[in-house]
């Protein structure tokens, strides 16, 4: 029988007594309770259009490593990128 052991996270009343435990705590002190998760991006706008950027190859890696950490391709974090670029009128 598998034994049932109590979460070291506690309960939280509200979002800010949550923020608080995270903003004094190390995620790493509570990976063995995390499990994976995939993560979805749904852009409902349609690529229709094609934009060729140059750039160098070590900051294509830097992109690509960073790309691969989140789980997504390059081209789909640069796009993901520019979308929150121009929602927060920031460019």
Known sequence: M???TKSKIPD???YEEEANF????DVTEFLDEM????VKFNLKI??????????QKPIKRKLQNMADDMGL??????????????????L
Do not use: G, Y
């Open 46 to 55: 349609p690529k229709e259009d094609i934009v060729i950027v140059r750039i």
């Open 2 to 4: 598998k034994k049932i």
């Open 35 to 38: 499990k994976p998760v995939k």
């Open 73 to 90: 391709s390059l081209s789909t974090m640069v796009r993901c990128w520019m979308m929150e670029k121009i929602k927060t009128n920031t």
């Open 22 to 25: 995270w903003d004094t705590h």
């Open 12 to 14: 939280f009343k509200n």
